[in-house]
């Protein structure tokens, strides 16, 4: 990245999740230790490994009700403002619940900025 204060992570993931609320509805709570307004969010990373099977992924999916997933060994948590990303194929990007295109090329990134006092964001 040329922002040194940035991280870069690479590999194959799963599932992302970006949020500035800890709630994500349905008494799931997919950034469970992200505080409303603080002017970040949390980004949970779910990578994609051989032991993440289905019934692994249900399992995770379950975990957020009582915000255990964070602790699984295929998730990381991280806390940041910025996010850049470069989608390597297809994907979903949903952004408060608003279905959102994805990049025509391999080559476009989407960046996602977190404002002070935003809405929910998840990804």
């Given at each position: 990245?040329?922002?040194?204060?940035?991280?870069?992570?690479?590999?194959?993931f799963?599932c992302?999740?970006?949020?500035?609320?800890?709630?994500g509805?349905?008494?799931?709570?997919?950034t469970?230790?992200?505080?409303?307004?603080?002017g970040?969010?949390?980004?949970?990373?779910?990578?994609?490994?051989?032991?993440?099977?289905?019934?692994?992924?249900?399992?995770?999916?379950?975990?957020?009700?009582?915000r255990?997933?964070?602790?699984?060994?295929?998730?990381?948590?991280?806390?940041?403002?910025?996010?850049?990303?470069?989608?390597?194929?297809?994907?979903?990007?949903?952004?408060?619940g608003?279905?959102m295109?994805?990049?025509?090329?391999k080559?476009?990134?989407?960046?996602?900025?977190?404002?002070?006092?935003?809405?929910?964001l998840?990804y």
């Amino acid at each position: 990245p040329a922002d040194p204060q940035m991280r870069r992570l690479e590999g194959s993931f799963w599932c992302l999740a970006l949020g500035n609320m800890a709630e994500g509805g349905g008494g799931n709570a997919p950034t469970p230790d992200v505080k409303a307004r603080e002017g970040a969010a949390d980004l949970i990373v779910c990578w994609d490994r051989p032991s993440l099977s289905r019934w692994r992924c249900l399992n995770l999916f379950l975990q957020m009700e009582t915000r255990q997933h964070v602790f699984a060994q295929e998730v990381q948590v991280f806390k940041t403002d910025k996010v850049i990303l470069w989608p390597r194929g297809r994907g979903h990007l949903q952004l408060s619940g608003q279905e959102m295109p994805m990049p025509p090329t391999k080559e476009e990134p989407v960046s996602i900025s977190v404002l002070d006092g935003a809405a929910t964001l998840v990804y």
